[in-house]
Nanobody
Framework: QVQLLEFGGGLVQPGGSQRLSCAASGSIFSIDTMDWYRQAPGKQRELVAFITSGGSTNYADSVKGRFTISRDNDKNTVYLQMHSLKPEDTAVYYC??????????????WGQGTQVTVSS
């Protein structure tokens, strides 16, 4: 069994910064790609950024230059550093990891979600 636990989120003013983190624990052999998604009210969940096991990253156009995804493989943790936040960044943010379990099987696991609200 694998659990993902998210930290961070909350209320931030426009133009402000916030850092999210997501830590995996349990029966983990290794972790492949780590992703951050978000879902705003009334909208579909969208991919914000991902980072591969080799450290390659990709970002949605809407967050390029403002968000940075990173990972700490020793801690099985992924981070999302957000700068210059805008009201349209308001959403529930979810992490997702492709976890290779001790049984050498790849599963996708999701975090519980954390609310980020950008408002003055």
């Amino acid at each position: 069994q694998v659990q993902l636990l998210e930290f961070g989120g909350g209320l931030v003013q426009p133009g402000g910064s916030q850092r999210l983190s997501c830590a995996a624990s349990g029966s983990i052999f290794s972790i492949d790609t780590m992703d951050w998604y978000r879902q705003a009210p009334g909208k579909q969940r969208e991919l914000v950024a991902f980072i591969t096991s080799g450290g390659s990253t990709n970002y949605a156009d809407s967050v390029k230059g403002r968000f940075t995804i990173s990972r700490d493989n020793d801690k099985n943790t992924v981070y999302l550093q957000m700068h210059s936040l805008k009201p349209e960044d308001t959403a529930v943010y979810y992490c997702k990891m492709g976890v290779i379990t001790l049984s050498r099987v790849l599963y996708d696991y999701w975090g519980q979600g954390t609310q980020v609200t950008v408002s003055s």
